[in-house]
C-alpha cells in the first residue's frame, strides 16, 4: 500500500533562516504531488503542484520554492524565512485518479 | 474557477446528537466533491467523495452526504456523533476535467459535547 512521509514533524525557525521541508510517498510511481500550507484558522492554500520530475507548478508567488530532485520526492524551501511563513504544511500525492491522499504534515514556527 | 463555502466555522453537538455541516459551492462545470476530517495536529483523512452516481454517498465512522446539484450544496451527516468525531472537516471541489487540484473550504471546527 501506499505511504506518505513528511518530516520534520515540527520545526521552530527565527526569521531570516533557511527552511527545507521534504515529502517522500512510497508504493507508487509517477505520483502527482502537492504543497499545501494551512495558516491559523483558516482552510488549506495550494502552494505548488508536481505532475513529473523537475515540473513544478506556482499557485501562489511567495517566499517559497519547490522541487522534485526525485519521481517520489517534493521538497519545500525558503532561503529566508518571514513571520508569514508560520503554518501547517501539508504534502499530498495522487495517481492517475480523482483523490488526493496527504501526509501528517509539519508545523513551521517562525519566531 | 471553482469555490467552496462552509457556512459554519463553528459546531458545538451533544454527544449522540445528530450533525449536519453544511458545504456550498460554485463551478461552472462539473465537479467532485470531497469531504476530508483533520484531527489535531494530523493531516487530512478522506471521509467521503462524490464522483458520480447515487446523490447519497457514505464514507467512514458512519459519515454521509448528500449531493445536491440544483442547491449546488454537498453537506455531511451523521445521525448520531461520538466525542471521537471531535475534529475539522474540510469539503473540496476539484473540476471533472483538467488538472487535479482541490479548491477547498476554510473548514469546520466540529466540538462534541459530552
Known amino acids: 500500500s501506499q505511504t506518505i512521509h513528511q518530516w520534520p514533524a515540527t520545526l521552530v525557525q527565527p526569521v531570516g533562516s533557511p527552511l527545507s521541508l521534504e515529502c517522500t510517498v512510497e508504493g507508487t510511481s509517477n505520483p502527482n504531488l502537492y504543497w499545501y500550507r494551512q495558516a491559523a484558522g483558516r482552510g488549506l492554500q495550494l502552494l505548488f503542484y508536481?505532475?513529473?520530475?523537475?515540473?513544478i507548478s506556482s499557485e501562489v508567488p511567495q517566499n517559497l520554492s519547490a522541487s522534485r530532485p526525485q519521481d517520489r520526492q517534493f521538497i519545500l524551501s525558503s532561503k529566508k524565512l518571514l513571520l508569514s511563513d508560520s503554518g501547517f504544511y501539508l504534502c499530498?500525492?495522487?495517481?492517475?485518479?480523482?483523490?488526493?491522499?496527504f501526509g501528517p504534515g509539519t508545523r513551521l514556527t517562525v519566531l | 474557477a471553482q469555490s467552496v463555502t462552509q457556512l459554519d466555522s463553528q459546531v458545538p453537538v451533544f454527544e449522540e446528537a445528530p450533525v449536519e455541516l453544511r458545504c456550498n459551492y460554485s463551478s461552472s462545470v462539473s465537479v467532485y466533491l470531497f469531504w476530508y476530517v483533520q484531527y489535531p495536529n494530523q493531516g487530512l483523512q478522506l471521509l467521503l467523495k462524490y464522483l458520480s452516481g447515487s446523490t447519497l454517498v457514505k464514507g467512514i465512522n458512519g459519515f454521509e452526504a448528500e449531493f445536491n446539484k440544483s442547491q449546488t450544496s454537498f453537506h455531511l451527516r451523521k445521525p448520531s456523533v461520538h466525542i471521537s468525531d471531535t475534529a475539522e472537516y474540510f469539503c473540496?471541489?476539484?473540476?471533472?476535467?483538467?488538472?487535479?487540484?482541490?479548491?477547498f473550504g476554510t473548514g469546520t471546527r466540529l466540538t462534541i459535547i459530552p
Open positions: 499530498a500525492w495522487s495517481v492517475f485518479s480523482d483523490t488526493q491522499y
Open positions: 473540496a471541489v476539484r473540476t471533472i476535467f483538467g488538472n487535479e487540484k482541490l479548491t
Open positions: 508536481s505532475v513529473g520530475i523537475g515540473q
